[in-house]
C-alpha cells in the first residue's frame, strides 16, 4: 500500500480511472506533482490553469472518464475558475484538487490564503476538505465517485501540508461505479398515452437527456409521425441519421425547430432543459419525460410529467400509443427546415469576401466524417451548430451552459490528448483566440496536432448583433488583430491566413493535412450576422433604430453593408 497522502491520492484516483492531470505546478502542489510523476497518470502542464480547466473539461465531456486538474494555492487554484465552471456546467466528470496554505496557518489571512471553499461550492458536485492524513483515501475516492456518478466537477481542497503526512491507519475505500436503468411504470405513463392518443400536430423536443437513446426516440418519432426538434446540447444524439428532425429553436435555430415547437399541438419533451420560454408554445398540451423530478415543469409549465430515462421511455411508449396516419404535420415541419438550412447556408452578394456560414460548410465538407469539433462562444458556435453535420461519429462540443468565451482550443486541447489519432478541430472567434493565446505554446511543446481555424471578423460580432437588436449603436466590439497565421508561425505552429473565397478550399486542405498543431486564420465577413428564426416586431424596429442612428452618425456605408448581408440574400 501507498504511504504518503499524495501517493495515496494518486493511486485512488488512478484506480478510478483517471489518465491526465493538467496545471501549472508549484508550492503548495510539490508533493502532489512528485506522487504524479511517480505515477502513470500523465501530467499536462499548462501556461494558464483555465485552459487546463477546459482541457479537462473537453476530455471528460467525450470519455465520460474522469481528469484530473490540480492547482498550487491561491492564485494558481483561482484560475482555474472559469474553465472548471464550464465543465461542471457540460456534466464533465474532473476531480480537481486545489490546494491550500498549511493547515497550521488557516485563517490568519497567510499569504495567498484563499477560501476555495466558498468560491467552488457553487458550482460543484462535490467541495470538501482534506483535514487529515487519515482522511486521504476515503475523500478522494469519494470525490471521484461523485464526478463520475453525478457528472461534473468535484473539488478537494488539501492544506499543502498534509500531503507528505503518512495516515496512522486506513480501510480500503475505492471508487464504486454503476450503470443502471430508470424505466417508468405503466400506470405512469398513461396519462401521457391519453394525450399523445388525441393525434394531431406532435413534436418531440429532444434535449441532451436522449444521450444513448438515438434509435427509441426515432421509433417513438416514426410511430407519432412527429418531427424532433432538439436542443444545441442535443445536437450530437439527434441530428444524424433521422429524418424526423427539423433542427433547434431558440435564438441559436432556424424557422423549421421554431415552428414545429410553436405551433404544435402536443410537445413531448424528452430529457430537455431548454432555458428560453418565450420560445415554447402558447397553447399547446406539454409532456415532459425526465430523469430528475425536480425539473418537471423548472423551465415552462407542463401537463404531464413522467420520470424516467428516455430510452426506457420511449421504448416503452412506442409500445403502447397508437400509431399516427396522417403525415402532414411532420412534411410541412421538414420542409420548412430544408428551406431555413438553405436560406441561412445562402452566401450574400458581396463576392469575394469569405462568409462565416460558407467557411463553415466547407469545414463540414472537408473534415473527417469521426472528426472531434469545438466551437467557441458567439457566433461561431451557431455557425457550428446550425452547419456542421454531426453524422453519428462525429462529436462536437461547444461552450453552451456557461457560456464562455475562449472555450474552444482549450477544450480541443484536453480532447486531442484522449484521442491522438482522431482529427480535432477547434473553430475559434478572433475573440475568443486572442483571450486565451497562451497556450498555443502548449500545443507546440507536446506536439498536439490540433487543428485551429479562427473566424476572423475584428470584431465581438455577437455583441455586435446584440446592442444593434437593441437598436444601439455598436460600441467596443471592434478588434484591431495581427495576422494570426504569422503569429502562430511565430509560435512554432502550421500558420496561414486566408482572405479570399476562391483560397478557401486548398488552404483548409493544407491545414487538415499538416500533420502537427496548424492555425487556419480566415478574414470573414464582418457583417454577417446570426439571425435568429424569430425576429420580434419590438427587434425590427430597433435594428431600424440602429440604422437611423448609424445614419445620423455618419455610419450610411455600414447599413448599407449589413442589410446587404443579411437581407438581400441570393
Ligand atoms: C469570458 C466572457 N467574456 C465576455 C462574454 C460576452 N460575449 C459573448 S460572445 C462575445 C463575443 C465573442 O467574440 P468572438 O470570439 O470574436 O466571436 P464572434 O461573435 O465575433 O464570432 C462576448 C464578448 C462571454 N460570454 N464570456
Ligand atoms: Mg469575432
Known amino acids: 500500500m501507498s504511504t504518503n497522502v499524495a501517493e495515496i491520492m494518486v493511486e485512488t484516483l488512478q484506480n478510478a480511472g483517471a489518465k491526465r492531470c493538467y496545471g501549472v505546478v508549484g508550492d503548495t502542489l510539490n508533493h502532489f506533482t512528485d506522487a504524479l510523476r511517480q505515477s502513470d497518470i500523465e501530467w499536462i502542464g499548462v501556461r494558464h490553469e483555465e485552459v487546463g480547466g477546459f482541457a479537462a473539461g473537453g476530455e471528460a465531456y467525450l470519455t465520460q472518464e474522469l481528469a484530473l486538474c490540480a492547482g498550487s494555492c491561491g492564485p494558481g487554484s483561482l484560475h482555474f475558475v472559469n474553465g472548471l465552471f464550464d465543465a461542471h456546467r457540460n456534466g464533465s466528470p474532473v476531480v480537481f484538487i486545489a490546494t491550500q496554505v498549511p493547515l497550521g496557518e488557516s485563517g490568519s489571512s497567510f499569504p495567498q490564503e484563499v477560501d476555495q471553499s466558498r468560491v467552488f461550492e457553487q458550482y460543484s458536485v462535490f467541495c470538501e476538505t482534506l483535514n487529515s492524513p487519515e482522511q486521504a483515501r476515503r475523500m478522494t475516492a469519494l470525490a471521484a465517485q461523485t464526478a463520475l456518478a453525478k457528472r461534473g466537477v468535484a473539488v478537494l481542497i488539501v492544506p499543502g501540508d498534509i500531503f507528505n503526512q503518512t495516515p496512522q491507519n486506513q480501510l480500503a475505500y475505492r471508487t464504486h461505479r454503476f450503470s443502471y436503468s430508470l424505466r417508468p411504470t405503466a400506470a405512469a405513463l398513461v396519462p401521457a398515452v391519453q394525450q399523445l392518443n388525441k393525434g394531431g400536430n406532435i413534436t418531440i423536443f429532444a434535449g441532451a437527456g436522449c444521450e444513448d437513446a438515438h434509435e427509441q426516440v426515432i421509433a417513438l418519432a416514426e410511430k407519432l409521425q412527429a418531427p424532433i426538434a432538439w436542443t444545441s446540447r442535443a445536437k450530437d444524439f439527434i441530428e444524424h441519421d433521422n429524418p424526423y428532425q427539423v433542427g433547434m429553436t431558440g435564438v441559436y435555430g432556424l424557422e423549421g425547430g421554431y415552428h414545429a415547437v410553436a405551433e404544435c399541438d402536443t410537445l413531448l419533451l424528452l430529457g430537455c432543459n431548454f432555458a428560453f420560454s418565450q420560445f415554447y408554445p402558447e397553447s399547446a398540451a406539454i409532456i415532459q419525460v425526465d430523469h430528475d423530478p425536480a425539473h418537471i415543469g423548472k423551465r415552462y409549465p407542463v401537463d404531464v410529467g413522467i420520470i424516467g430515462s428516455t430510452r426506457d421511455t420511449c421504448e416503452a411508449l412506442s409500445q403502447i400509443v397508437e400509431p399516427n396516419s396522417s403525415t402532414r404535420w411532420l412534411e410541412k415541419c421538414r420542409k420548412r427546415y430544408q428551406k431555413s438550412l438553405q436560406k441561412s447556408a445562402h452566401k450574400s452578394k458581396d463576392d469575394g469576401l469569405i462568409h462565416p456560414q460558407e467557411l463553415t460548410l466547407a469545414l463540414d465538407r472537408l473534415a473527417n466524417d469521426d472528426a472531434l469539433i ?28 456557461h457560456g464562455t468565451m475562449a472555450n474552444a482550443y482549450p477544450q480541443a486541447l484536453g480532447i486531442q490528448l484522449a484521442y491522438p489519432d482522431r482529427q480535432v478541430i477547434a473553430m475559434c472567434g478572433d475573440g475568443g483566440l486572442s483571450m486565451l493565446m497562451g497556450d498555443l505554446l502548449t500545443l507546440v511543446q507536446r506536439r498536439i496536432p490540433l487543428k485551429i481555424v479562427v473566424y476572423n471578423n475584428s470584431s465581438l460580432s455577437f455583441v455586435e448583433l446584440e446592442q444593434k437588436v437593441e437598436g444601439l449603436l455598436d460600441a467596443y466590439t471592434e478588434l484591431e488583430n495581427p495576422d494570426f497565421g504569422r503569429v502562430a508561425q511565430a509560435m512554432g505552429l502550421w500558420g496561414k491566413r486566408v482572405e479570399r473565397e476562391d483560397q478557401l478550399e486548398d488552404a483548409i486542405g493544407d491545414w487538415l493535412a499538416y500533420p502537427g498543431p ?4 480566415v478574414v470573414v465577413n464582418p457583417m454577417e450576422l446570426v439571425m435568429p428564426p424569430k425576429v420580434e416586431s419590438g427587434q425590427v424596429a430597433s435594428t431600424a433604430l440602429y440604422s437611423a442612428k448609424a445614419v445620423l452618425s455618419g455610419r450610411m456605408d455600414e447599413v448599407v453593408h449589413l442589410v446587404k448581408s443579411n437581407f438581400l440574400k441570393r
Open 374 to 401: 469545438t466551437a467557441d462562444t458567439g457566433s461561431v458556435n451557431v455557425w457550428m451548430l446550425r452547419h456542421i453535420r454531426s453524422l453519428g461519429q462525429r462529436r462536437t462540443l461547444a461552450s453552451l451552459q
Open 518 to 521: 496548424a492555425l487556419l486564420d
